[in-house]
């Protein structure tokens, strides 16, 4: 997914835990899968930021000094600017976005 073009707030606002918890149907429920999505968009927007600065890494001595290209500090900017994980998570609940399963208790009996 290009979480570059998320319709996210990149700052936090405030939400109505009524209207997120419609969909889910409890608050502590809601809370888990927001925070397990953005563990997960977390670790992609890691893996992808690594993958990129991977091509400027040169093998050198560790004693050596680092040198920092600009589209290297370009690159890393752009993803400073994104929203966080978790407000992306959010929103892609919002947008029915996340799909998830719950397992009760009830469930399993049946």
């Known amino acids: 997914m290009d979480y ?6 990149k700052s936090t606002i405030t939400r109505d835990m009524t209207q997120l918890t419609e969909k889910v149907g409890n608050v ?6 927001i925070g ?3 563990n997960q968009i977390s ?7 690594d993958a990129k600065l991977q091509d400027f890494s040169t093998p050198q ?3 050596d000094e680092t040198y ?3 589209e290297q500090i370009e690159i890393s900017r752009s993803y400073e600017c994104l929203p966080k ?6 929103q892609e609940l919002i947008d029915d976005q996340i799909v998830y399963r719950s397992s009760s208790k009830d469930d399993a009996l049946k």
């Not at 502590?28 to 899968?33: D, F, G, N, R, W």
């Not at 670790?43 to 930021?49: N, P, T, V, W």
């Not at 994980?85 to 959010?90: F, G, N, S, V």
């Open 61 to 63: 001595d560790a004693a």
């Open 4 to 9: 570059k073009q998320t319709k996210a707030p």
């Open 68 to 70: 920092e290209n600009r």
């Open 36 to 38: 397990k999505r953005a």
């Open 85 to 90: 994980a978790t407000l992306i998570a959010t």
């Open 43 to 49: 670790q992609a927007l890691k893996k992808e930021l």
């Open 28 to 33: 502590y429920e809601t809370v888990a899968i």
